[in-house]
């Protein structure tokens, strides 16, 4: 089975002025980030902006991804949903289109039990095959539970729940789930002010949304941390926290949108109630912002 390490991608989904998706121009955002050395796509998560699509655009698109990437990196799709029939439905659609595995928010909107989070992964996990891979995704702010790390530790009993996107601005859980944990059960960062120090703790990866703009930044956390470069790995880190600082921290699909237009491709557009388009006084503050803090480097072309 493949798993998710290295530098993941939570893949943004471009869109044209009208809300459709424009897939030729995520063409050339996916065959940059393959270039550039991203180890996996996540696409049709939270800054992906999967759960304001309908299951059938969702379905078309995982399709479109998975044979457009034509096994050059992992391909993960996010299928999490607010009806748990659906992302049943999304993960069974994963595995017969070929992607590697899939991974699912916890239940959101509402608010449940412990023992809810785990028939919903369970009903994920047996609605595919035993040696397909599924990672829980924890994020608990913007879903409003948690997975709790003993709800996580029986899941992993399951032979094909592989590991945790925990998205948390602290490293102590990622520490908890380590130790929780077999071993295998692949823990993955997925809050980029935490990358470093969760890598360095022993996750196995990052989920990073700054790795869309700049996966430049992101491998070169990941190589420094596995040669113990860990002065290399920690500047690293500060040029991720410095384009957060610049986006405010808020990671809006919009600005990342902006941010890409800048290195040089096809203006975009995210689907509404999000914002469409950063204001031209936000573009104009972001590119004038990014110029001064890399002005040494050729990120902004």
Do not use: W
Not at 30 to 56: R, S
Not at 177 to 206: H, K, Q, R, W, Y
């Amino acid at each position: 089975m493949k798993t998710m390490y290295g530098i993941n991608t939570p893949l943004l989904t471009l869109f044209d002025t009208q809300g459709n998706i424009d897939f030729k121009a995520m063409t050339k955002h996916i065959d940059f980030l393959i270039a550039k050395g991203v180890h996996n796509l996540y696409p049709m998560g939270t800054i992906g902006e999967g759960t304001l699509m309908t299951l059938e655009e969702r379905k078309s698109l995982a399709e479109q991804i998975v044979n457009y990437v034509d096994h050059r990196v992992g391909v993960f799709i996010h299928i999490g949903a607010l009806s748990q029939k659906d992302a049943v439905d999304l993960a069974s659609h994963a595995e017969r289109i070929g992607a590697d595995g899939v991974g699912a928010v916890s239940p959101f909107f509402y608010h449940v039990s412990q023992t809810d989070i785990y028939y919903y992964f369970l009903a994920i996990s047996e609605s595919v095959s035993d040696n397909f891979p599924v990672y829980l995704y924890n994020l608990p702010d913007m879903a409003g539970n948690d997975i709790t790390t003993t709800t996580v530790a029986e899941l992993a009993k399951r032979p094909n729940i592989m590991g945790i996107k925990n998205t948390m601005p602290t490293t102590y859980r990622i520490h908890e789930l380590l130790c929780a944990c077999p071993e295998n059960f692949n823990v993955i960062s997925g809050d980029d002010m935490v990358a470093f120090t969760g890598l360095a703790l022993g996750a196995a990866g990052v989920v990073s949304g700054t790795s869309n703009i700049f996966p430049e930044i992101l491998l070169e956390m990941y190589r420094c941390v596995q040669q113990n470069d860990l002065s290399g790995a920690a500047a690293a880190q500060k040029k991720v926290y410095e384009i957060a600082r610049i986006l405010n921290f808020n990671f809006k699909p919009s600005a990342m949108k902006a941010i890409l237009e800048m290195r040089g491709f096809k203006r975009s557009y995210s689907r509404q109630p999000l914002e469409p388009f950063c204001s031209e006084q936000e573009y104009s503050f972001i590119y004038q912002s990014l110029k001064k803090c890399f002005s040494d480097t050729d990120y902004i072309l």
